[in-house]
Every structure is written in C-alpha cells, then in structure tokens.
C-alpha cells in the first residue's frame, strides 16, 4: 500500500497569511495526487486534481504542485472560510490512500 | 446541481449488520464510478469500497474485505454498502463519493461526496 504523509498535522495561521501544507508518498505516485478540504458537518469538497489542476468552482487562491512523491497545497491569502481540515489523496493504485489531515485553524 | 444523500446509518450492535443507501442525481448516474469513504471519530478519512458505473467491477479495503459489500441499482441512481459482521472500529462518518472521471475502470478522484452518515457499532 502506499503511504500517504502530511506536514505539519495542524497549523494556525491569520487571514491573509501564505499558508503550505506538504505531502509525501511511501513512493513515486507520478502526478496522482489530489487534495480536499473538509468542515464539520459538511460535505468534503476537491480542491486539487492530478496534483495541480484546480477544480471547478475552487477560488484561485489555491494551487498545488509536485510530482513523483513530494507534493505541496499552497493558499496564497488566508480567507476566513478557508480554515479547516486538508487531506492529499493518492489515486495512482488502491487501495486508495489519505495523508492524516492538516487543520488550518485560527491564530 | 450533483447531489448524493446518504441514509441507513444508526447504532449497531457488534456482530450486527447494516445496510448504507446513497441516492444520487444530477448526473448521468451509470457512467460513473462511485465509492464509500469513512472517517472514525478524531480520524482520517479511509477509504471503504468502490464499484464502476456499470456494477461489473468492484474493489474493497483490506479492513472491510469479506465483510462489507457494495453494489449499486441503476434504475434507481442508488448505491449501497451492506456491511457485516460489525467491529467498534467501524463506527465511523461513511461518505458517498463521485468519481470525477467518466467511465473509469477503477476509483480515482472524488469530487462530489455527500454529507455523510454516522455507523456507531456498540452493545
């Protein structure tokens, strides 16, 4: 299986702040690799596909890079509703893998 | 608009079974692949099952293999998990999730999911 790692597990940042979140496969995932956000009580929402195509409808504050194994979710300006919980996922082999989380919270 | 609504959920005795629907609409619902996703109580999300558009291939997780499985009736645009042989360490949120891509063979990318539903498996 393919072990999915994400730095930091949380972090408080103010809005406006440049905030990255990185994420390391156990291997070489080529660009499969996406990333989500998730509030409570509401339905998991796609940010990133194929490790840097931003999903429809996604503000163009997020973006994401990397290939191989390293790969980061960069939000260039903190907004008030982007504090939450950012899982990466990897989609090159199942079973289908998760980082553990980063919760963005508020400094 | 894509919506997924899951039902089923509850408290379940261990051993017990229980069976997790997901209706769906808002897209074209047999040319998509659909899977479960869960996340235990202070947990990541794992992943659960998936099943392809037409019902002919479908794959598990090594935690559930043998205990749950998925299917799906498209004259009715559901999906279901029926799960068995209930443990603790199932109680969980259980999402419902799109795949992004048409007519893929296996699970991919999710980008719509449901609200989710909560299992608690306890005596």
């Known amino acids: 299986d393919i072990q999915m790692t994400q730095s930091p597990s949380s972090l408080s940042a103010s809005e406006g702040d440049r905030v990255t979140i990185t994420c390391r496969a156990s291997q070489s995932i080529s660009r499969f690799l996406n990333w989500y956000q998730l509030k409570p009580g509401k339905a998991p929402k796609l940010l990133i596909y194929a490790a840097s195509s931003l999903q429809s409808g996604v503000p163009s504050r997020f973006s994401g890079s990397g290939s191989g194994a390293d790969f980061t979710l960069t939000i260039s300006s903190l907004q008030p509703e982007d504090f939450a919980t950012y899982y990466c996922q990897q989609s090159h082999s199942t079973p289908l893998t998760f980082g553990q989380g980063t919760k963005v919270e508020i400094k | 608009e894509v919506q997924l609504l899951e039902s089923g959920g509850g408290l379940v005795q261990p051993g017990g079974s229980q069976r997790l629907s997901c209706a769906a609409s808002?897209?074209?619902?047999?040319?998509?692949?659909l899977s479960w996703v869960r996340q235990a109580p202070g947990k990541g999300l794992e992943w659960v099952s998936s099943?392809?558009?037409?019902?002919?291939?479908?794959y598990h997780g090594d935690s559930v293999k043998g205990r749950f499985t998925i299917s799906r009736d498209n004259s009715k645009n559901t999906l279901y998990l029926q799960m068995n042989s209930l443990r603790a360490e199932d109680t969980a949120v259980y999402y419902c999730?799109?795949?992004?891509?048409?007519?893929?063979?296996?699970?991919?990318?999710?980008?719509?999911w449901g609200q989710g539903i909560l299992v608690t498996v306890s005596s």
């Open positions: 808002g897209f074209t619902f047999s040319n998509y692949g």
């Open positions: 999730a799109k795949d992004r891509i048409l007519f893929t063979g296996s699970p991919s990318t999710f980008d719509y």
């Open positions: 099943i392809s558009g037409s019902g002919g291939s479908t």
